[in-house]
C-alpha cells in the first residue's frame, strides 16, 4: 500500500498487487484499488515507488506505442461496474508469451 501526501493537504492512497511479472522484459502486471479518486493517483504513486507504467513518459516510463493503464471494474456510491471482456484482460496481459 502506498500513500502519499500533497503540499496542498492532499491525501492519495492506493493498494497494489503484484498478478505476473516477466524477468526478460522486466514488465510487471499490477492490481492496484484506490482508497480516493485523484487526477494521475495511480501514475505518480507507482512512479514515486519507482514502478512507472509502461508507456507514461509524462511519469518516468518507458517509452511505448500508448499507456499501459486500464480498468476493468469500479464502484462509484456503492454501484459496481465491470468491463464485459474481463476475461480477455488475462489474455491481453499474458507477460509470458
Not at 500500500?1 to 502486471?29: P, V
Not at 501514475?43 to 512507472?52: K, N
Not at 507504467?53 to 509524462?58: A, H, M
Amino acid at each position: 500500500a502506498y500513500s502519499i501526501s500533497h503540499d496542498e493537504g492532499i491525501t492519495a492512497s492506493l493498494e497494489a498487487t503484484r498478478l505476473a511479472h516477466n524477468k526478460e522484459e522486466d514488465l510487471t502486471l499490477v492490481k492496484v484499488s484506490l482508497k480516493e479518486g485523484h487526477r494521475h493517483q495511480i501514475r505518480v504513486q507507482l512512479a514515486a515507488e519507482g514502478c512507472p507504467i509502461l508507456g507514461d513518459e509524462l511519469y518516468g516510463g518507458k517509452k511505448s506505442e500508448r499507456l499501459f493503464l486500464h480498468c476493468y471494474s469500479y464502484q462509484v456510491k456503492g454501484k459496481r461496474f465491470e468491463d464485459p471482456s474481463l476475461p480477455l484482460f488475462s489474455l491481453f496481459f499474458d507477460l509470458n508469451s
